[in-house]
């Protein structure tokens, strides 16, 4: 019975997008734009479908693979919350020997799980607590646990990438191992630098003793926000760190695993093979990776009609005209009828998401570029989309 249902569901929303497929367009406007990106050495994919009958309104190369850039994470993130589920959290374990009185005998030891939500103000309220336990000294040091991942702190496939959007990856890190706005290379030096000045804010001394144990004992437990959280953040600001952490964690420590859980979820729930899903990341910093049109639009619909996640996933994407913070670009006349993930490397832009028509229809469309385009040749095609009654 679950196998019926399940492959009924892939059947229902992949349905629309198989007919009338064409590589171009059968609009002479779309025709157009496309060709004329072309011509300046621009690679297109681009469609757009109606999202409750999943027919298929235009597009030109709509099944090319191309750079996807950040719209990756909308393939990374539905996947996470499908599989782990909303309201799922991350433990992080702090050890410590606490004598009962006012001192921690030991060490302080984090043991990481690849919390990716390690902020200050988090790591405040944990110092709080500890005082309140009455610790007063730390005879030992600050330790940090970061076997529950291997030892690849970048993916291998950011070659291409410059380092200075490639976040390094570790179970245990904070403030997404950046400091006064910019990446770092130690995280442990920077977990150490951050936690020893919330101690001593808090009147908690770190002795620092080296003769001091290695514990035995669990001090507390530091939850992490539950997935749906973790996932909005991600989506909004385009976290890449965040999104590496969840995909890493989701692998038991390992990219490639952890790439291979989100290719595993689509091949069993969608249908879509490893070639649809060619993927080596979670964040789309990869020039590796090669998604299309098409691809992304399928699991757009998935999400729209999964009553289980989709509300989670949908609310998890931009908006334009409703944010609190500036997007790229800003059409007041698309206020509140755009949600959607964008993705920007170098010579590669795409945006992907869910159109309100002005007659309220809603559709589902993806766009990525590959070459030398620029934000207006992005944007041509949304709006005029966005115009259609």
Known sequence: MGSFIQIAFYIFVSFGLTIAQTTETNNSGLRRWATQLEARGIRVTAGIWDIKTGTFIEGFQESRALIPASTTKAVSTYALLKSLKPESTIETEVFGDFDGDSTVTSDVVFKGSGDPFLVS??????????????????QGSLVFDQSAFDAQKYNPDW???????????????????????????????????TLTQ????????????????TPSRKLLTLTSPPLRELVAS??????????????????????SSGVQKIQDFYSTQLKLSPAQIAIVDGSGLSKDNRLSAKTLVTILRAAWFDFEVGPEYISSLKIEGGEPFKLRRNDPELTRRLRMKSGYLNQTRSLTGYLQLKNGDIRAFAVILNGPSNEDDLWDVIERWADAS
């Open 121 to 138: 103000e988090r790591l405040w309220t944990m110092v709080q607590e500890l005082k309140e336990k009455g610790i007063r000294r730390i």
């Open 159 to 193: 070659s291409g990438t410059s380092r200075d959007t490639t976040p390094v990856i570790q179970p245990f890190s904070v403030n997404f191992n950046r400091e006064g706005g910019r990446l770092v290379t130690d995280a442990n030096k920077l977990a150490r630098t």
């Open 198 to 213: 919330l101690f001593e804010d808090n009147g908690i001394k770190i002795l620092g003793d080296e003769r001091a144990k």
């Open 234 to 255: 991600i989506n909004k600001y385009s976290n890449n760190f965040m999104i590496e952490m969840l995909v890493k964690r989701w692998g038991e420590g390992r990219w």
